[in-house]
C-alpha cells in the first residue's frame, strides 16, 4: 500500500512514539502488517500488532532479513539483534496504524464515499467504481479491505492524484465505527442494508443502527433505504440534524429476459430505470449507487445509460485446475496496481508449480502517467518473481521498454488466443488478471480444464476465518494440527495445505504416506505427520521427510529397523499414539512402562509427540466419559516423561474438543472439520466453506400423472416443468435424497427432487419457478445447509465431503 513518503522522525511525532533505537531517517511509503509480503523493504513501516490470533513482534526477524528497517511496536524486543532498524515504540499499535492513516487522510481534500451495511458494501463499491471511474480519479479498499485494520490500509494509498475516494467501512462490536469515521471522514455515507443475520455483539438491530449511523457522524449526505426504519428513527437524534437525508422507497419492479425495470421514490418523485440482473439484491444495490449520482450532479438519463452498462464484481479470486497440469487464477474483472499485488502474491503461494505466469492487460484509469505507470507494473511483476509475463493492450505494448525482453505482447485477447500461445502451457500456475474490457473469460475458458459441471466449491477466506477463530481459543503458546487426510475431507488436500501453511499452521496431519508424498512434491514444507503408515511405505516416509505415527510394538521395532538400513543415526521425530478408551490404534496404557523402555534403547529416535483421539467430545451426555480419556492420557504422558527425560509436545482435543475442553489444551491440538465451519453447535462466527453446485441440463414439460425416473416412483400430481441437472449418486448424491427428501435451489426458491436419483443425473421439479437451461443450482451452501443435508441422508457431514467424488470439479475461492 504505497503512499506520499513520511520521515520516520516525522512519524515518531505524529505518534508521539518512542524512540528506541534510530536507524536512517528514511522515507517511508508503505505500510505493512505481514512479514510474507513485504515489497519494496526499505520504504517500509512495518506495524508490530498483536491480534487473539498472532502477535506481529514474532516476526520481526523474517521482515528484517528482508530488508525492512522500521518498525512500530509495542512490546519489549532485544532492539541489539537488529542493528540497523529504527523502532518506535507505543502503547498499541493498531491505534497507532488507525492514527498514523488519520493524518494522513487530513493531508487530503477530496470528497470521499463510505459504504456501510450488513451486505453489499464491496458489490456498491465497485458498482460507483465502475460508474464513475471514466470521470474521477478514484482510489476505493482494495477487495473488502472494510475493519479497523483494513480501513486504515485502504485511507493510506491515497496519493496527490486521487479526486475521489471510496472506501468500505464494516465493524463487529460497538465503538468501532467511531474509529473508521476519524479515518475515512466521509463527506456521503451508504447504509446497504441491515440484517439480523449481523447482529452477534450487538443488543438488538436499532443497536446495530446506531453503530452504523455514527459514520455519518459528519458527513454532509446519508444514502439509505427507507424499509430500514431503525435508519430513519435514529437520524432524529439532534446530532443528526444537519445531514442531508436521501431515503428512498421500492416502489415495483419487473423482470424480462434482459435484466428488470426499477421504479423507486426519492424525495416524493418517481424515478425508472433498468437493469441487467434481477435478483433483489442487486437492484437494492443499484438504486444506492443511483441515488448517489443524482446527488453528484448527473441527470438521470445519463445515469440510467450507466445502469445499463453495469458488469458482475469478481467479489473473489478463483482457483482452478488448468489444462496440461496448469492451476489458473481467474482474476478477470478489473485490473488496478492495489489489486495486482494481491492477486500476484496468491500466485507466488502456488508451490506446486516452479513457473509462475501472468497474464495482464492494460490498466485502466490509473490517474498516472503512462510511462511511470508501467515502469512500476514492470517494477511490481520483477519483486514477485514472475518467469512469464504476456501482456495484451494497445497501452501496454506502447510501454514495451519498461519490461524484461522476453516479455510477449498482443494488442488484444483475439490476437492473443489466435497465437498459438495457449498450447504451449505446461505444469505453470497462471494468473490471468485484465479488466473487464479485454474479456479474459475468453482465455480461462480455454485454459481451464474440461470437466463435469458440478462444482464443489471451497471458500478458503472461510477456512482461514475458521482457523483463527479456534486459535482465539487457545493460549498464546499452543500448536495448531490441521487434519489434511482423506483429500482433506474430500475439499482436496494440496490447495486446503497450502492456504494453511501460508498461515503458519504448525503440523498436518495424513492418513497414509502418499498422502504426505503429494504434499511434499507440491511444496508443502511444515511438518506432516502420517496416522496410518505401512511398513511397505516407511523408504518414501524417510525419502519425504515425513514423521510417522507409531501405535504398536511391531511398527515400532520396524520403523527402527528401516532408520538403521538407511544409516540415520540422528533421533528422527516420531508420534506415539495412545489408546486412552476409544480402542482403536494405539498402546494401551499397561504397556506404556514397556514402551517407554523400548524407546530409551533406541537413539535412532526422539518422541515428538504423544496424542490420543477423544471418542465423544461433542456428545455432553459422555463427559465423564472424555474427561476420563483426558486424565488417562495425563498420566501416560506424565509416566513417558518421567522414565525418558524429555519433554515432547501432547495433544488430544479434536475441534468439539477445543470449544469444550479449553483445560486440556496442552502444548497441542488437531483441527479437523472445525476448518470446514462444522461443529457439535451452532456458533456464529464459523463460516461455511464448502458449497455443492450444478447446472441444468435440460428443461420439460411433464403432464399430470406422468412418471418420472427408474421405476416410475415419481408421479406428477399436476402439469409441471422439471429441470434435469448432471448430479446423481455417482458424485456424491445419496439415493435416500430422491422422491422429494431433499430440495435444491434454483434462483432463491426451492425445487424438490422428483423420483429416484439416478447415477449421473437427477430431476428436479421447477413448476412455477423462473430459471432456464444453463442457470445455477446449488445442492447445498451456506444457507442451505450441508448439516441438514446429512440428516436428510442418514449420516454426517464428514461422510458427505468425503464421498463426493472426484469427478466432481474442485473451484477454490479467496473472497
Known sequence: MSSQPYHIKEIAEILNAKTLQNGKNVLVQTLAIDSR????PFQTLFFCLATKQNNGHKYISEAYQKGVRNFIISEEIQIGLFPEASFLKVENTLNALQLLAQQHRNRFNIPVIAVTGSNGKTIVKEWLFQLLQFDKNIVRSPKSYNSQIGVPLSVWQINSLHQLGIFEAGISMPCEMEKLEQIIQPDIVIITNIKEAHLENFTDKANLVSEKVKLAKKSKVLVYNKAYTEIEDELL?????????LGWDMLNYTVNEHGSKINFQLNNQNNQFELPYTDLASIENAIHCYVTLLYLGYTSQTVSQKMLELTPVAMRLEIKKGINHCTLINDTYNSDIASLEIALDLLNQQHQHQTKTLILSDILQSGKNEVVLYKEIAALVNKKNVH??????????????????????????????????????SNEAILVKGSRVFGFELIINKLQQKK??????V???????????FKSKLQPQTKVMAMVKAFSYGAGTYEIANALQHYRVDYLAVAFVDEGVELRKAG???????????ISAFENLIEYNLEPEIYSFRILHAFTEELQKHSINEPYPIHLKIDTGMHRLGFLENEIDELAANIGKYKNIRIASVFSHLSSSDEISLDFFTNQQIDTFNKVCSNLIEKNQYPFIRHILNSNGILRFPQAQFEMVRLGIGLFGIAYQNIKELQSVVSLKTTISQIKKVKQGDAVGYNCKGIAEADTNIAIVPIGYADGLSRKLGNGSWK??????????????????CM???AEIQCKEGDEVIVFNELHSINLFAEVSETIPYEVLTSISPRVKRNYLWI
Open 524 to 534: 508443502i514444507s511444515v511438518p506432516i505427520m502420517v496416522m496410518n503408515p505401512e
Open 452 to 457: 463435469h459441471e458440478t462444482v464443489l466449491e
Open 388 to 425: 512469464k509475463l504476456i501482456c495484451i493492450g494497445e497501452n501496454i505494448t506502447k510501454n514495451a521498454t519498461s519490461f524484461k525482453s522476453d516479455t510477449s505482447f498482443f494488442p488484444n485477447t483475439n490476437t492473443f488466443l489466435e497465437s498459438g500461445c495457449l498450447e504451449k502451457f
Open 744 to 761: 435444491m435451489l434454483i434462483n432463491g426458491k426451492e425445487a424438490p427432487i422428483m423420483g429416484n436419483v439416478c447415477m449421473d443425473m
Open 764 to 766: 428436479l421439479n421447477i
Open 459 to 469: 471458500n478458503l477466506s472461510a477456512l482461514i476465518n475458521n482457523y483463527n477463530f
Open 37 to 40: 509480503s513485504i515489497l519494496w
Open 237 to 245: 437524534k439532534p446530532e443528526y440534524n444537519h445531514i442531508l437525508r
